[in-house]
């Protein structure tokens, strides 16, 4: 018998294969049945402090987050497990300078590309695919400017997804878990080491999880195969490879909702509302990645590392847009198999850092090389189809459609990227020092018709730098200036334009940034103001797709992150941004706010450990996010929301078993919101339609058992 990679992610065969695993290791524990209920005990400070948080900051490597001349968030994965949530998209919600809801995401309100802003362990990955938490040890996201440290990229921050590695000593965790739309998870997390000397060691993640939505009738499956292998060649050399392969399915569940010409978005219905979507629209996708690093110490002063990443992404992509007609709610339902299909990433990173000493100046040297080729295609008979058109208080269901092959592909785009960097961090005193970054970067892309012509190409190069400041006045406490300059790929006209397929040349951003970190036993606080300058480009009333004109970022973050006491855990913060179109060719968009971005962000999330049961915590989050444009002239609103969650978790001993139960609620109060409001392109305005936006997920629970053998 022959299993292909989609015969093993059927549901019960990949739920089989779980608690096979699960019975091998459970073979070696002890066969007492007898029930014995007790309290687990809980040490205090078994979270992790997070003011020795340590984060990637490119080819330096890991570095205090506590000491760095940027704004760094670590989603430790103790936050990450308390939530329960799913998609990574979800772990965003409590930074208030992420908008992680569309499909790319981004900080300080500037667009991410689909390839530039976001890793794996370092190495660049597609952002428009699915990925699980369950996957992830912790996620890391550096916001604004980038390009000095990593190479070209939009302003939009840096997001690294941080893969769980092997164990020394062996761990075997099961949960199951059941929820709302009568979906049942089931989750084996093993690891340990392979061999007696403990020289290789393995960490095996298996996930079937599947059930209905939030809808009637629509359909939601997440499965998941992780399996990590770390090496140890010699006591100076490790070797680590990753390879997983996650299906994610979704059908049935809301389209998104665009505006027509002088519309405005009416209040958010009921996302369970049936017939908002169509139940054979959605997403069927498959990724595939697999990655390797070798890490070597020389002398216990210069460390390099050198990394390799193969991802394919297969999507089939069916969803659909709802474009409102009228100001009564009425709309025309359109769905689109014209999108990429195949994504292909090969991603490459070499680094060397160490420490020498030039008089009395002691210097940080990191130098290293980073880039990838990443390759689109298209379905070769995808096409734009109306399926009719129904109302807010009247959805409909329609026909399906005649969708195509999507395995039926061309090769529409190629684009390479390869960037030499080179940084030292000088120190001065211990209370000065500078940190000078930059890299030279050579870009290249190309786009090609159906027929294997090449339409347009573009072939650049630059260099991105940034210089920063530091100052300790006391030991807690990091004061800094970070200036960065940083070059990205131009966009490429959208479908409608007269120049549609062209790229633009490279553009150029600019950041302006002064922060203050202070550690205060357990609790990391933050603080920075920041100015981003970039070219803004849009469809212009000839038709052509160009630059005409600078968006420019104006803002103000805070942030913390750790124990306020012994027993209360915070993660959150707040952000002010003033986004601004300037220098337009029109004066009804001069001035005006940025489409889709509110002046005001905050979100909290706190846990706190209940003193008289020992091993009990209650925990919850606000999230609030203000009122946002939805056209260039700002003539048009969508109104703020906040947003709550609730959960408690439990952590006792069942038949002799570590066992943790945790519930929790998201949108407890179970508020109609608008979320991921976008303009119609990527930068600016594609001549195709004004903003558009989703729904925001209803009340949701989950509740589950895991257990630590």
């Known amino acids: ?162 893969a769980k590695r092997a164990t020394d000593l062996p761990q075997h965790r099961l949960t199951v878990a059941g929820g709302s739309g009568g979906n049942h998870k089931v989750a084996a997390d093993l690891s340990g080491p392979l061999d007696q000397n403990d020289r290789l060691r393995y960490r095996l993640n298996l996930l079937d999880d599947e059930g209905g939505g939030y809808v009637s009738g629509s359909k939601v499956r997440r499965q998941l195969f992780s399996l990590a292998l770390d090496a140890s060649l010699s006591d100076r050399t490790e070797l680590e490879t990753n390879f997983s392969y996650y299906h994610y399915y979704d059908k049935g569940l809301p389209g998104k909702f665009a505006l027509g010409n002088g519309l405005t978005f009416p209040a958010a219905p009921d996302p369970k509302k049936a017939g908002l979507g169509q139940y054979y629209a959605g997403d069927d996708n498959h990724t595939l990645t697999a990655g390797l690093h070798l890490k070597h110490d020389f002398d216990g002063n210069w460390q390099g590392e050198i990394g390799v990443l193969r991802q394919i992404a297969d999507r089939e992509s069916t969803g ?51 880039g990838f080729v990443w390759k689109n295609m298209n379905p070769a008979h995808g096409a734009t189809s109306t399926l009719g058109s129904a109302s807010l208080d009247q959805p409909l269901r329609f026909d399906q459609p005649d969708y195509p092959d999507f395995t039926d592909r061309y090769h529409s785009a190629t684009a390479t990227q390869h960037a030499f960097l080179l940084s030292d961090n000088l120190q001065f005193s211990p209370q000065w020092s500078l940190l000078l970054a930059g890299s030279e970067s050579l870009l290249s892309s190309a786009n090609y018709a159906k027929t294997g012509a090449r339409s347009s190409a573009s072939s650049n190069s630059g260099f991105s730098g940034s210089a ?43 950041q302006v940034e002064a922060g203050a970190k202070l550690a205060v036993n357990r609790l990391l606080l933050t603080a920075a103001l920041f100015e981003i300058k970039r070219p803004f480009a849009y469809t212009n009333s000839s038709g052509d797709y160009a630059v005409d004109g600078e968006q420019r ?52 999330f706190a846990a706190w450990d209940l003193p008289g049961i020992m091993g009990a915590d209650l925990h919850g989050g606000a999230r609030y996010v203000g009122q946002r444009p939805t056209d260039n002239t700002n003539s048009g609103w969508v109104s703020g929301y906040t947003t709550l969650d609730a959960g408690a978790a439990w952590k006792t001993r069942l038949m002799q078993t570590d066992t943790t139960f945790r519930l929790d609620v998201t949108n407890l109060t179970n508020r109609h919101y608008w979320t991921n409001i976008v303009p119609g392109g990527l930068n ?18 989950q509740l589950s058992m895991q257990l630590d053998f």
Request: no cysteine; aromatic share 8%; proline share 5%.
């Open 468 to 510: 920063s400041l530091m100052y300790k006045p006391v030991d807690p406490l990091t004061l800094y200036v970070t200036w960065a300059d940083s070059l990205q790929q131009g966009d490429t006209a959208p479908a409608g334009a007269s120049n549609a397929g062209n790229i633009l040349a490279p553009y150029r951003s600019r």
């Open 684 to 701: 600016g305005y594609s001549g195709a339609g004004y903003a558009s936006a989703s729904i925001g997920a209803p009340r949701q629970l």
């Open 553 to 604: 970022n104006r803002g103000v973050e805070l942030m913390a992150d750790g124990d306020l006491t012994d027993a209360l855990h915070l993660y959150g913060g707040m952000t002010w941004l003033d986004p601004r179109l300037f220098d337009t060719a029109s004066a009804t968009t001069d001035g005006k706010q940025i489409v889709g971005l509110p002046r005001y962000t905050a979100s909290l």
């Open 1 to 162: 018998m022959k299993l292909t990679s989609r015969a093993l992610f059927q549901p019960s065969l990949l739920s089989l294969l779980i608690f096979s695993a699960l019975q091998a290791q459970g073979a070696q524990q002890n066969s007492d049945q007898t029930l014995v209920v007790s309290a687990a005990p809980t040490a205090a400070h078994t979270r992790e402090d997070a003011t020795q948080k340590s984060a990637m900051l490119g080819n330096a490597g890991k570095q205090p987050v506590r000491n760095t001349p940027f704004s760094i968030q670590s989603l430790s994965p103790e936050l990450m497990k308390q939530q329960q949530l799913k998609s990574v998209s979800d772990l965003y919600r409590y930074m208030p300078s992420v908008q992680g809801d569309g499909a790319r995401p981004q900080t300080r309100g500037m667009q991410g590309s689909v390839v530039q802003n976001s890793m794996i362990d370092g190495l660049n990955v597609v952002s428009t695919t699915d990925y699980a938490a369950e996957q992830f040890d912790h996620i890391e996201v550096l916001n604004g400017l980038a390009g000095s440290l990593y190479g070209p990229a939009n302003p939009a921050g840096l997001f690294n997804f941080v």
């Open 320 to 370: 659909v847009t709802n474009t409102f007609t009228d100001r009564a709610g009425h709309y025309t339902t359109t769905t689109s198999s014209a999108t990429a299909s195949r994504f292909t990433i090969n991603s490459y990173m070499a680094n060397l850092n160490g420490e020498v000493d030039t008089g009395w100046i002691h210097h940080q040297i990191a130098t290293g090389v980073r």
